[in-house]
């Protein structure tokens, strides 16, 4: 069977996560699709080659706010743009700012639609259940399939928004499933064993610089450890996304044994990973963290945030830990258990990234796309 996914995800341009899954789900034999993204009145869109993107400048900033008029606003948008009869389904990115477009269409159109509930959607959005709670659950029960790329999202949304009586049915056209990272790391996984690390333990953290990451937390306790004598260097690789970031890095420059890089590429970043020994991201909140797959590819053990994006798709003693975001304590007790496990957990985590290819994800989001 041909199918021609519609993809409605208007934060397609936040993350190059969205680009992938399009262009993974585009590479399938049999499987095309275009992508629906709206945009800002005032956004500055630059001309862009990809002939499956549908941009339109539309929103205001007040359209936040009221989902059901701008989910009204965007169908007849979309209406004029493209022939609802060439597509076979729908793929909505996310629950509330996606999802609820999907809906209308699938009302109005007889579309199946998909949606996958994200960090924003839970963190954001469902911080006001009372506010949300029906509009989600309208579009839960209206959804062909449901995908979690975190397996604790779906305990928490039902938790939040859905009645006993519908929880089974939730909970049968739910598929949890990880996003997948870019392929360059799964054609450079790292191929020989990595060395047992000395003294002082090289800790890596690579992503953006703001509040929600909590790199304090790797910092201070880090520096509670090396009061004594030095046992632990940090390298900070990334760059500032708001005020917290920015005072951050400028203050980092105090603690001699923390190394900011700065934004790196590629193949820069190989090489960076491939000299640390231990990967730590502890976030407060994540929807996924696709870093955190790029170090298990060169060996890595990870250190990730319990009950977020990355946590529960691995056994957790397997490829490193999940700690609590607010404990310096269980930070070091893993740090010290993956130590002495080094060997072990360095080798599994390569051995299992390809779990993470996009290949394999895309696959899961068919199957359940075709069951």
């Not at 069977?1 to 590479?27: A, Q």
């Not at 690390?197 to 990451?213: C, E, M």
């Not at 260097?233 to 890095?249: C, H, N, P, S, W």
């Not at 830990?321 to 607010?326: E, H, K």
Request: some cysteine; hydrophobic content about 35%.
């Amino acid at each position: 069977m041909k199918h021609n996914i519609l993809h409605l995800n208007s934060n397609f341009f936040n993350s190059s996560v969205h680009n992938e899954i399009v262009e993974s789900f585009n590479s399938l034999e049999n499987v095309e699709g275009k992508v629906f993204v709206p945009r800002l009145k005032y956004d500055n869109i630059q001309k862009n080659e990809k002939d499956y993107l549908i941009q339109k400048k539309c929103l205001n900033l007040t359209d936040k706010l009221f989902l059901s008029h701008r989910s009204e606003k965007l169908y007849k948008i979309l209406n004029k743009e493209i022939n609802f009869s060439d597509f076979t389904s729908i793929l909505a990115h996310s629950l509330f700012s996606n999802g609820l477009l999907a809906r209308k269409i699938c009302h109005r159109t007889n579309l199946n639609y998909t949606v996958i509930v994200t960090n924003t959607d839970i963190n954001l959005y469902l911080k006001y259940p009372f506010m949300f709670r029906k509009i989600a659950l309208d579009i839960l029960l209206d959804a062909e399939k449901i995908f979690f790329t975190a397996p604790f999202y779906l305990s928490e949304l039902i938790d939040k928004v859905v009645p006993g009586k519908y929880e089974q049915k939730i909970r049968n056209k739910t598929i949890i499933t990880p996003f997948g990272i870019n392929q360059y790391w799964l054609d450079n996984v790292l191929k020989q064993e990595r060395k047992i690390p000395t003294d002082p333990l090289k800790i890596l953290y690579v992503g953006k610089v703001n509040k929600n990451k909590n790199i304090k937390l790797i910092v201070n306790t880090l520096e509670r450890e090396n009061k004594s004598h030095l046992q632990y260097r940090l390298q900070i690789v990334g760059y500032a996304t708001d005020k917290y970031g920015e005072k951050f890095l400028e203050n980092i420059n105090k603690y001699a044994w923390v190394s900011y890089l700065g934004k790196k590429g590629k193949k820069e970043l190989l090489d960076i990973y491939r000299n640390a020994d231990i990967f730590v991201m502890t976030s407060f909140k994540e929807s996924f963290g696709l870093v955190y797959g790029e170090a298990m590819s060169q060996g890595l053990p990870v250190v990730y945030t319990v009950k977020q994006g990355f946590d529960g798709h691995f056994e957790e003693d397997s490829i490193g830990y999940a700690v609590n975001p607010y404990s310096s304590s269980e930070l070091i007790d893993v740090l010290k258990i993956i130590r002495m496990n080094y060997s072990k957990m360095s080798d599994s985590a390569r051995n299992e990234v390809n779990k993470l290819s996009w290949e394999n994800v895309v696959q899961n989001f068919m199957q359940g796309i075709e069951d």
